[in-house]
T-cell receptor
């Protein structure tokens, strides 16, 4: 249980194009989804917090027009990297969280992570 | 601003050795989580500690939450090559309930 999937798992694109990454909670409805960026052998950097049906809250220094987040349902959030450039190349990870004890089989207030998406911009 | 200092950042040891990873903060956390991440994959939750002074064991891994809930440690006994990976601590605190992440400890266990 508590599976979070991401698609695609890796993507290579040309500079200037836009790339969409999907994050899905497969067996639960997530109150909140988070998007992170990670560089090799470094920790996770929170980019934005997304609640279903509302605008995402972006962390300081993250361009909201560059990284578009749509959270259309309780099981799906998407991150679109617009006009991607080589410096956007990174490992993007999403996580989904349910607050409280909505699901008895899940840990309370636990955040579950997707497998990540490797983006390479040429 | 809450910060979580994790040390050491890199650790390379021989199989069979013991090691300890530390996460320290001047802030109080309502809970603290430890994750392990392998290259090209997302972090996997190892344990969540909630109560000050709490100790949890997961086979050869022992996790401890400080009495004041400001620090935590992960101790691995008789490390094995399969323990190799990036270990991350993350504390939860504040009204927004966001996780505050440590910088990670990259562990390499050599056979």
């Amino acid at each position: 249980g508590a599976v979070v999937s991401q698609h695609p798992s890796w993507v290579i694109c040309k500079s200037g194009t836009s790339v969409k990454i999907e994050c899905r909670s497969l067996d639960f409805q997530a109150t909140t989804m988070f998007w992170y960026r990670q560089f090799p052998k470094q920790s996770l950097m929170l980019m934005a917090t997304s609640n279903e049906g509302s605008k995402a809250t972006y962390e300081q220094g993250v361009e909201k027009d560059k990284f578009l987040i749509n959270h259309a349902s309780l099981t799906l959030s998407t991150l679109t990297v617009t006009s991607a450039h080589p410096e956007d190349s990174s490992f993007y990870i999403c996580s989904a969280r349910v607050y409280g004890n909505t699901y008895r089989w899940m840990g309370a207030d636990t955040q579950y992570f997707g497998p990540g998406t490797r983006l390479t911009v040429l | 601003t809450q910060l979580l200092e994790q040390s050491p950042q890199f650790l390379s040891i021989q199989e069979g050795e013991n090691l300890t990873v530390y996460c320290n903060s001047s802030s109080v956390f309502s809970s603290l989580q430890w994750y392990r991440q392998e290259p090209g994959e997302g972090p996997v939750l190892l344990v969540t500690v909630v109560t000050g002074g709490e100790v949890k064991k997961l086979k050869r891994l022992t996790f401890q939450f400080g009495d004041a809930r400001k620090d935590s440690s992960l101790h691995i006994t008789a490390a094995q090559p399969g323990d190799t990976g990036l270990y991350l601590c993350a504390g939860e605190g504040g009204n927004n309930r966001k996780l505050i992440w440590g910088l990670g400890t990259s562990l390499a266990v050599n056979p």
